[in-house]
């Protein structure tokens, strides 16, 4: 059994895979070129956003999307504790300060509820995290913006169309930042990623920033952020599907709930209301989630761990001085998480498989 199985997604369309890559090489456009326009409109279609402009990966897309709004140094930018850690070191990066808020027990997402305690004179913005493929509470988010004159991103690496009252998630900010790293829901075979926005102005900055500030006349100085012909003609054959793998991930979801309904010792995700959860990843919660773990490989099914720590108790951010206290349920989260095989291409044997794993271990082991 495998966690993700990228070599059964690349099998089921082998064809038309090998025909977009020939067809790369046949046209030599190896850096942006026809396969990267295509790929950003039809992006932008398919997300119902005005502009997509594409980039070397996700993290670059917020870095981006962050200079693109200008942010500068000294700046604080309010994010979430629980995401991976691309989402607050391009804050950094990017010359701002980061301010993290604990997030929500039942959604993994920002708490909406401390956004505003942490806003002083220099906030300028809010990245908020789609986290595991669940929508974050945008209704609060925008409004705490709108009252407090600040931006949005929206990070959108693990919910390639996740709805929040039927909006596409990465169209309700300012901007909204999208990977393609192959692990993810729409991946390439390397790193690639994009950025949405249905400002003109916003666009223009992506645009020009992102390919050094300009071609024949440089209007600033920018950095070299592009996608290759080569992941984008990949995607745009992987992009038709996008759909139908999404629907098989909230099936598997669905199924994944109604098989371990009957074990009580651990929480199965939620779906905030009005929402489309995309599922990127399928994550449980059990206090005792190492002995499960242990268990489980053991009997060769495969699980991570999404993420060992809250952001701000990494190495990284220990300058910030930050306590457990200070983010309890980020913290709790973090030792009680597991992620389970989820991918479109789980079988229903193996997803029984899985079950009945966890049920045993409950009923026997503990
Ligand atoms: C994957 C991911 C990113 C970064 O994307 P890369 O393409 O790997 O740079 C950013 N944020 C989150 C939440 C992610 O899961």
């Given at each position: 059994m495998k966690f993700v199985d990228l070599l059964a997604q690349h099998q089921s369309q082998k064809q038309e895979l090998d025909d977009a890559i020939q067809g790369v090489i046949r046209h030599s456009a190896f850096v942006r070129g026809p396969h990267v326009d295509e790929f950003e409109s039809s992006y932008a279609d398919m997300m119902g956003a005005k502009h997509c402009v594409s980039c070397a990966n996700g993290t670059d897309a917020i870095y981006i999307?962050?200079?693109?709004?200008?942010?500068?140094?000294?700046?604080?930018?309010?994010?979430?504790?629980?995401?991976?850690?691309?989402?607050?070191?391009?804050?950094?990066?990017a010359g701002g300060h980061v301010v993290f808020c604990d997030t929500e027990d039942d959604y993994f997402c920002i708490d909406t509820s401390q956004i505003e305690s942490r806003i002083t004179e220099r906030t300028k913005g809010i990245v908020v995290v789609h986290l595991y493929g669940q929508p974050a509470d945008m209704d609060?988010?925008?409004?705490?913006?709108?009252?407090?004159?600040?931006?949005?991103?929206?990070?959108?690496?693990?919910?390639?169309?996740?709805?929040?009252?039927?909006?596409?998630?990465?169209?309700?900010?300012?901007?909204g930042t999208f990977?393609?790293?192959?692990?993810?829901?729409?991946?390439?075979?390397?790193?690639?990623?994009?950025?949405?926005?249905?400002?003109?102005?916003?666009?223009?900055?992506?645009?020009?920033?992102?390919?050094?500030?300009?071609?024949?006349?440089?209007?600033?100085?920018?950095?070299?952020?592009?996608?290759?012909?080569?992941?984008?003609?990949?995607?745009?054959v992987k992009m038709t599907r996008l759909k139908a793998w999404t629907e098989t991930r909230q099936e598997l979801a669905m199924r994944y709930a109604e098989l371990l309904s009957s074990v009580e010792q651990f929480t199965l995700p939620a779906v905030r209301d009005d929402c489309a959860h995309v599922f990127h990843l399928y994550v449980i919660r059990t206090p005792d989630r190492d002995g499960l773990r242990a268990f489980l490989s053991v009997q060769n099914i495969p699980t991570l761990i999404n993420y060992p720590r809250a952001l701000p108790?990494?190495?990284?951010?220990?300058?910030?001085?930050?306590?457990?206290?200070?983010?309890?349920?980020?913290?709790?989260?973090?030792?009680?998480?597991?992620?389970?095989?989820?991918?479109?291409?789980?079988?229903?044997?193996?997803?029984?498989?899985?079950?009945?794993?966890?049920?045993?271990?409950?009923?026997?082991?503990?």
């Open positions: 999307a962050l200079r693109a709004l200008g942010l500068r140094t000294g700046d604080e930018v309010i994010t979430t504790a629980h995401s991976w850690i691309s989402t607050s070191e391009t804050i950094t990066q609060a988010v925008m409004e705490i913006a709108r009252a407090n004159n600040l931006w949005v991103i929206e990070d959108c690496a693990q919910a390639h169309l996740a709805e929040y009252k039927g909006r596409k998630v990465g169209t309700i900010g300012d901007v990977s393609f790293y192959p692990g993810k829901n729409l991946g390439a075979m390397g790193d690639a990623g994009c950025l949405v926005t249905n400002q003109d102005y916003i666009a223009d900055f992506l645009t020009l920033f992102a390919r050094h500030g300009g071609k024949n006349n440089h209007l600033m100085e920018g950095i070299n952020s592009r996608m290759d012909g080569l992941q984008a003609a990949i995607l745009n108790y990494y190495q990284a951010y220990e300058y910030l001085g930050h306590t457990t206290d200070d983010f309890p349920v980020a913290y709790r989260h973090a030792g009680e998480i597991l992620s389970l095989p989820m991918h479109p291409f789980l079988a229903d044997d193996e997803q029984i498989q899985v079950a009945e794993a966890l049920a045993r271990y409950f009923q026997y082991c503990r």
